[in-house]
Structures are given as C-alpha cells and as structure tokens.
C-alpha cells in the first residue's frame, strides 16, 4: 500500500507506533484533523515516504522522527508543536537536498538562509547561471496570488506557493523554487554576461496576501557560491568609502569629515554589514545617494535598523518603565508613532511639500513606508536626490523636536519643526549648488 489517508478519524497516541509499521512501502500518509498528539519515532521505518499531511492536527506537539526521504510536509494549523519539533522540520539538513515543500506555522525565516528582508520582496545577483534556491515565505493568510521572479527588470517567473485552509497563525514556506515554478520557464531564462539582478517579489494588492518576510538559500551542493552575491556586486565598499569621505558644508552641522570620528565610523561598519542583510537595496540606494548633511543621512540609518532609543524600545530593553510616548501620553511610542502616528507629527507631513497623509490602515513598519516614500518622489521629481533630502530633513526635525520635549521640556510644534526642516533643506541645497558652481570655476 502506498497511500493512507485517515483524515478525521480519531487517531488516539498509541495507534500511529502499532499498526503503522506494517507498511514500509508507504509513499503518502494523510493524517489531517487527528487528534494525536506525537509522531512516534517509528515513522523514521518508512523509507519510501515522500509526503506527509498533517493539516489541522492542533493537538500534534511532538514531532520525534523525521523520515529520511521526506519532501512534503503540511503541518498547516499545527499551532501545538513545540518549538523543537518546528525545528526539526526547518532544518537545513533535510532541505540541503532540494525538492521540499514545507508548510507550518511559525513567523521567523531560518537562520541558516543566506538572506532575509522584512516585507514582500528582495533582490540578489547571479552570474553565469541561474542558481538552484529555496525560497522562505512568512505569511499570515493562504493565498492564490501568483508571485514573481522578475530577471534583469524583463523577464518575469511566476510561482504558485499553494492554497491551504484558513491559517489561525503566521505560516511558513519553505520550498524549493523549482517545486513550485515550471523548470522549463527557469531553463529559458536569458543570462547575460556579469552579474544578473534578480528580484523576488511577492507584492500582492490585499495586504493579508502580502509577506511579513521572504528569505533565500542557495543550495550550497548545487551552486558556484562565488557566482552568487546577495549584495550588490562591487557596491559597498566603494559606496562607503565615498561616504566617509563626504565633506559637505562645514557650517550646517560643524566639521563633517566623517573619518574624524573613529566611533561613528565604526558604528557605520556594524550598521552597513547589517543592513545589506535587512534593508532593501532601494532605501540603502536612496540614503546613499540622498542630498543632506551625513547626521540625517546617520539618522536614516538608525531608523532604518530600529537603533534609536524610542520608549518603545527602551521598554523591550528593560531600561524603562513604560512604553507610553511622552508627548500625547496616548500609545506605545514606537519608530512609527514617533514619526508617523504621534498627534503633532500628523501635520508635518501634510503640511509640507508632500502632502502626504498618513495612512494607519495601511502602515507596516516605518522601513516599508520610506522606501515607499523614496519610490514615489522618484517618480515625480527629476531631481529627487535634492528631494530626498527634505524628507530625510523633516525626519531629523521630527526627532529633534521629540528630544527637546523630553529633555529640555520644549513644547512642540509641528509649524515650526517644519519650517526648520524647509530651511535646512534650503541652506544644505544652496550650499552644495554654490560649492559646485566653486569648483566648476577652478
Ligand atoms: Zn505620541
């Protein structure tokens, strides 16, 4: 017999060990909305099983054993297991091989993946052929949406991660892309010669469809790893080397060579290596290349990586005694509220050239936002480096005015926060413009 399915029957513990292990050439075992409550170590006996499904089993707790040979798991809804047992079925050695398609609840991609981003999508290089990758999708709702492998910026591979039941918690994929895509589309796509851009992206318009994560492993068997880069190619070191020697107008915020202040540099390091592994390559592009002074260009960082001390994270750190923002005394004061949410932030940005209003229905996280942001002002403006830097402004003046409430009990205003930024933004504008008009002459 090679397929059991014993779907709603009531599996009691001691039925799996005692009548199971008179099948060892079982292929596919179907055991969804059981009641048992561990996978005996027996089920290692069934060298011949591929797929297991355990869909709705909300007592399973334990897994013991893992078959050798297993490539298909669905543990959808097993909200019960330990984190043990979800550990077991996400380890590295049993998808090292490929061909696996794992469901199960759970939120957090597995640290053995080469890279992660927060949000739908991320991006990685290849040269000379397309690598052999798993794919790592955290999810909080099924979907039927089709994501995409898009190639260079033209050519698009669409995969279909399954539609499930209803999740009662966040999910993970885990897949082998090629299980889930058509191999021949994967066969066809064109490589050019050098490094090739791939973009993974998993941006769905309902946003219960859209991931919290997407992660990607390259199968270090099947790979060149050298031909796989998961930053940009060439672009790090010498982008930072650019930043530190970045000089730009000493009278805005005092002497600005960078190299001057080994701690900031340093810091710098720690927050570049990190970042490449977290942020999307769109905000790291847009901060980089962003016309403001390097303290706001700094302090887009630390929002970026969740480095500046909000209550909030005081709190989480055990260094506080409450999450409470300081100034409207009404919520958690979070990197969203604090630039975003807080009642005197609100204005600012509808004020201010943007108009923006600030959506809270369908605010994430404050990294998705201005990358969002960026996106949209490099669209409408031409020169929206120079216009990056008035968001990158605000932001600064956001905070100073947050900082000047709580330490020196300055009320805040979000007029006059605003009219700082524009002029600082001003000032830091004419001043590049009349240096470059300087150095055109000599
Ligand atoms: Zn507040």
């Not at 561990?38 to 297991?52: M, T």
């Not at 492993?217 to 031909?227: L, R």
């Amino acid at each position: 017999m090679k397929f059991i399915s014993l779907k709603d029957c009531n599996l009691t513990d001691d039925f799996l060990p005692t009548r199971l292990p008179h099948l060892p050439d079982l292929e596919v075992l179907s055991v969804n909305s059981c009641n048992f409550s561990i996978l005996p170590v027996s089920i290692k006996e069934f060298h011949f099983l591929g797929r297991l499904d355990l869909i709705e089993c909300n007592q399973l707790c334990e897994i013991r054993e893992i078959p050798q040979n297993i490539k298909r798991v669905l543990a959808i809804n097993c909200t019960s297991l330990t984190s043990e047992s979800s550990g077991k079925l996400l380890s590295q050695k049993l998808h090292e091989p490929g061909n696996t398609y794992f469901v199960l609840p759970g939120s957090r991609i597995p640290e053995w993946f080469d890279h992660c981003c927060k949000g739908p999508s991320l991006s990685f290089w290849f040269r000379n052929k397309f690598p052999s990758i798993a794919l790592c999708i955290v999810l909080s709702s099924p979907t039927l949406e089709s994501y995409k492998l898009i190639i260079n910026s033209t050519q698009r591979i669409f995969f279909h991660i399954g539609t499930h039941p209803k999740f009662t918690t966040d999910h993970i994929y885990l897949f082998d892309l090629k299980m889930r895509t058509s191999e021949d589309d994967i066969k066809e796509i064109t490589v050019k010669q050098g490094w090739n851009l791939v973009e993974v992206s998993c941006v769905s318009p309902n946003k219960e469809e859209m991931p919290k994560w997407v992660g990607v492993y390259a199968y270090k068997k099947k790979n060149n790893m050298e031909d796989i880069s998961f930053i940009r190619p060439d672009y790090a070191k010498r982008k930072f080397d650019d930043f530190l020697n970045y000089n730009p107008d000493s009278k805005l915020v005092g002497d600005q060579s960078l190299k001057r202040h080994p701690a900031l540099v340093k810091k710098l390091e720690r927050m570049t290596t990190w970042c490449y592994h977290a942020a999307t390559p769109i905000i790291l592009e847009a901060i980089w290349s962003m016309q403001a002074p390097p303290s706001i260009k700094i302090l887009l960082w630390e929002i970026c990586h969740h480095e500046l001390p909000t209550c909030a994270d005081l709190y989480t750190k055990k260094l506080s005694d409450s999450p409470i923002c300081h100034i409207c005394k009404g919520e958690p004061e979070t990197l969203e509220h604090v630039f975003l949410l807080c009642p005197w932030t609100r204005p600012i940005w509808f004020e201010c050239e943007f108009q923006w209003i600030v959506d809270m229905n369908s605010l994430k996280c404050i990294e998705v936002w201005l990358c969002q942001r960026l996106q949209k002002i490099k669209r409408i403006y031409p020169n929206f480096s120079q216009v990056n830097g008035l968001l990158g402004c605000i932001c600064w003046c956001i905070w100073k005015g947050r900082n000047e409430f709580i330490f020196d009990g300055k009320p805040v205003n979000p007029m006059n926060a605003l009219k700082r930024a524009e002029t600082l933004y001003k000032e830091y504008s004419s001043s590049l413009s009349s240096s470059e008009a300087f150095s055109s002459i000599f």
